[in-house]
């Protein structure tokens, strides 16, 4: 196994900047998920980590060894597709010795490899069959077989489970937890699916618009949001974002959110002296607010008032919709809460939790 390193990669094609100067170093044994939406250019990256598309500029390296310029075969690495075809001629076994057959490999040892990968993956009884007497989730981990019997220095993974169903996808993402656990492999990992990156990975990159926005733990990532456009991509329902003008008042600054005025905590105070302006835009994730019971909050907690709008009974836990003026305001709260659309509500912003951000740059002015 071994460490990918991603020197001021960048990929143009003609006018679109897919990939813009992306630096990253993944460690050996690490798990990297590549997180963004649609077309932020991750697909390209694990490509040009793969070898199968030239950089515009910059520099890869893969087990200290540069590979820019190295063809795919050369480079020791396996990649698992979204659409990974198995060939349905061929029996499980087959498909997963293939391409060690192509690379020369000794009869014992593609017997050793592959009887090795059909233990780790749960396919031992399964090796005489043909792709399509296999379930989704059976031939995903043929996929992830054939990958693994190539003993590589590091694996590519390109959204591996957008074919399977909601349930399976769960099951499989365990497997594959339990898989890096077991191989100790280097994966970098393509998925949009927030769910996945924070479960798998020990870092996240988040991407957006071929620009790398933050790389961190998961709990950084969700915690720590070095933007806005990280702390509302990732979190369900995402961090609300209130406008907020500051103000100073007697020595403190003040934030007025919607002509209500609330105290900021120590860490914002000094905080928002960054900001370039006098605008600022305040976050707080949908489970630090809480409603106050008896017009009463718990220490801690700053009051706003709010409208209830809309309330999404989802059996655990309840989501609450809220206006503040104009400014909408997400809740998860108990599913004891008693609230109905219609009323008033005061709320409680855990102070601990809050979040401040220069709406000009659209940085955290906490965690960047
Ligand atoms: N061969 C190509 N020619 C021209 N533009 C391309 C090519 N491949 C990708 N792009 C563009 O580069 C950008 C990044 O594409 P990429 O496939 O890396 O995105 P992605 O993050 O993997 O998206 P998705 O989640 O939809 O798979 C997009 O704007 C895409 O249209
Ligand atoms: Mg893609």
């Known amino acids: 196994m071994a460490q990918v390193d991603l020197n001021h990669v960048t990929k143009e094609f003609k006018e679109i900047k897919a990939v813009q100067d992306v630096n990253l170093s993944v460690a050996d044994q690490e798990f990297l998920v590549l997180l963004g939406p649609s077309g932020c250019g991750k697909t390209t990256t694990l ?30 690495i396996a990649m698992v597709f979204q659409n990974y075809a198995l060939y349905p001629h061929m029996t499980v076994f087959e498909n997963m010795a293939f391409g060690l057959k192509l690379r020369k490999v000794s009869r014992t040892d593609i017997e050793r490899r592959v009887h090795e990968a059909a233990e780790i993956l749960g396919l031992n009884g399964l090796l005489t069959r043909r792709p399509k007497e296999l379930s989704g989730g059976q031939r995903q981990r043929v996929a992830l077989g054939r990958a693994i019997v190539r003993e590589p220095k590091a694996f590519l993974m390109d959204e591996p489970l957008s074919n399977l169903d909601a349930k399976l996808r769960t099951q499989t993402r365990v497997e594959l937890k339990r898989l890096h656990q077991r191989l100790g492999a280097t994966v970098i990992y393509v998925t949009h699916d927030q769910t996945e990156a924070m479960t798998l990975g020990d870092r996240i990159v988040v991407m957006r618009e071929g620009v790398v926005q933050q790389v961190d733990t998961p709990d950084g990532i969700y915690h720590r949001p070095a933007n806005t456009f990280v702390a509302t991509f990732v979190g369900t329902p995402p961090m609300n974002l209130f406008p907020a003008t500051i103000e100073r008042q007697s020595g403190r600054v003040v934030a007025n959110i919607e002509n209500q005025t609330m105290d900021l905590p120590n860490e914002l105070q000094q905080a928002a002296s960054k900001l370039t302006g006098n605008q600022a835009i305040i976050g707080i994730r949908p489970e630090d607010i809480v409603f106050a019971e008896g017009g009463q909050l718990p220490s801690g907690y700053i009051p706003l008032d709010a409208m209830i709008r809309l309330v999404e009974p989802m059996g655990h836990e309840i989501i609450a919709h809220l206006d503040i003026g104009s400014s909408e305001c997400v809740v998860r709260t108990s599913n004891e809460w008693k609230g109905s659309a219609g009323n008033s509500a005061r709320i409680g912003l855990a102070s601990s939790r809050l979040h401040i951000f220069d709406p000009e740059s659209e940085r955290s002015l906490l965690y960047s």
């Open 47 to 76: 490509r040009m980590v793969a070898g199968l598309e030239e950089l515009s500029s910059g520099s890869i390296e893969i087990g200290n060894r540069d590979v820019t310029w190295l063809p795919p075969k050369d480079r020791d």
